[in-house]
């Protein structure tokens, strides 16, 4: 089908129109919300600059991995802030509101702004009688608008993969590598071999490479070799360590404040060069040791001022996200798969021995309010959640409202080999669910959010806040 009978069947909409006409548009001009490669991309890309512009003045670091890219581009971002450069953030998806995806400083970019690169992308996408995808589309105006406002430093999270999806486009200047687990199996391969292959993607002729994991796929390690990369590996190359308090680490600054102490957590982070030791950052310190390593092996100056500052201000909504509210204690994060959820039960077992502190001679529980995607593999995250040595006492589950969402009865169906069908409990929407979970609880036991970035949303949401 070509792209004007495509775009026939939807209403094009105009400058004038809203920001949601327009991401409703273009969810229908093309015949698959997926469609890898860069065939299509790269002919709209270059009519509108944007490869080029990359290429002039900009330091480029691209993200990819299967979990921890949210918090990694988030840290790298915050650290070139906080050196002063004008530095552009792209990441997917997004919680509640789409200007979430695309950040100046730290700022969401505006409706005007990103329906003016919208218009943009679509005549030029018209010119040259092509459809793009939904995420091609969103992600070309993007990085028009970095181009456009002359930012920096770009820090680009990768969508799916690396090596086809529209991110890869833009040449890095330095590559990141957070992790590779077995996800998007339909679109990457079904084992760690290919995965790797297609993350490993993104690297180009002699760039760094900061890879987050200790074990590295064979495939990973060859396109190292044939593209000349320079490789630092956690473990390897760089480390990291907690630095416990007299009274003992506490897990963030927030309960700390609860746990009326003037601790202040620290952290030791080493490479061949330095030794530094930092404030506790209010994210996963794997990701923030990456970012880091980043930023260092970088040509950017960055100071170690610049750095203590970031920590300290870094934030990301739905990441190992711990907050009070509703006289309720909840941590909201978007584990969707084993890794993802192997590495958050890691921070939660220590989470929780704190919180235990926090309910004193009280017997404390945990609540979860949970759903996920059809696509993922709900039995596997299920079977992980509930093979920890965590008390999750009641399951509160409603279908996302989202096209790919699992059912309520399917969702049943993965949890019933796990969890006994009278501490299930079924609602129409998560909004009924995050309520009847708070009904269900008392201000001493701790609510869990998870399963999906739709399950944070839209709780959020029923929870009339803003990601922070």
């Known amino acids: 089908m070509d792209s004007s009978s495509l775009t026939s069947q939807a209403h094009k909409p105009t400058k004038d129109s809203s920001l949601t006409e327009w991401l409703d548009y273009m969810q229908q001009i093309h015949v698959s919300a997926i469609d890898m490669g860069l065939s299509r991309v790269l002919p709209v890309a270059e009519r509108l600059g944007i490869v080029q512009s990359a290429k002039e003045n900009t330091y480029v670091f691209t993200v990819a991995g299967t979990n921890g890219k949210g918090s990694t581009t988030a840290m790298i971002s915050e650290l070139c802030q906080a050196a002063g450069y004008k530095t552009a953030l792209y990441q997917s998806p997004h919680l509640i509101e789409f200007n979430e ?127 000349n990369v320079t490789c630092y590996q956690v473990g390897q190359d760089f480390y990291y360590r907690e630095v416990k308090s007299s009274s003992e680490d506490k897990i963030n600054t927030k309960l700390n404040n609860e746990l009326n102490t003037n601790a202040k957590p620290t952290w030791q982070y080493s ?102 995607l059809a696509d993922k593999d709900i039995e596997l995250v299920v079977q992980r959640l509930t093979q920890a040595d965590l008390p999750m006492s009641e399951w509160f589950i409603a279908e996302i409202d989202y096209p790919r969402a699992a059912s309520v009865e399917q969702l049943v169906a993965a949890m019933s080999a796990y969890i006994p069908q009278e501490r299930i409990h079924t609602f129409e929407s998560l909004q009924q669910a995050a309520q009847a979970a708070i009904l269900a609880s008392q201000p001493h036991d701790l609510l869990l959010v998870c399963g999906s970035f739709h399950t944070i949303g839209e709780t959020l949401l029923a929870l009339t806040l803003e990601p922070t």
């Open 101 to 227: 995806r695309v950040r100046i400083n730290g700022q969401m970019v505006s409706d005007k702004t990103l329906i003016a690169a919208f218009e943009q992308v679509e005549a030029a996408r018209l010119q040259c009688g092509l459809t793009l995808s939904f995420f091609e589309m969103t992600t070309l105006a993007a990085l028009l608008i970095f181009a456009t406002a002359d930012c920096e430093v770009w820090v680009l999270e990768v969508g799916l993969g690396g090596r086809l999806d529209v991110v890869n486009i833009i040449d890095p200047d330095l590559a990141v590598i957070t992790n590779i687990g077995i996800d998007h199996v339909d679109w990457l391969g079904d084992n760690l071999e290919d995965i790797g292959r297609e993350k490993a993607g993104i690297l180009r002729e002699g760039i760094p490479l900061i890879y987050g994991a200790t074990e590295m796929p064979a495939s990973v390690a060859e396109l190292v070799e044939q593209h």
């Open 271 to 372: 490479n061949a060069a330095v030794t530094l030791q930092l404030p506790r950052p209010k994210l996963s310190l794997t990701n923030t040791a990456n970012a880091v390593s980043a930023v260092l092996a970088s040509p950017l100056d960055i100071g170690i001022d610049a750095i203590k500052q970031a920590l300290g201000s870094v934030q990301l909504a739905g990441r190992f996200d711990y907050r009070q509210l509703a006289d309720r204690h909840w941590l909201f994060d978007v584990a969707h798969n084993e890794h993802g959820v192997d590495f958050m039960l890691a921070q939660l077992a220590a989470l929780w021995q704190q919180h235990k502190q926090l309910a004193g001679n009280k017997t404390a529980t945990i609540k979860v309010v949970f759903s996920m």
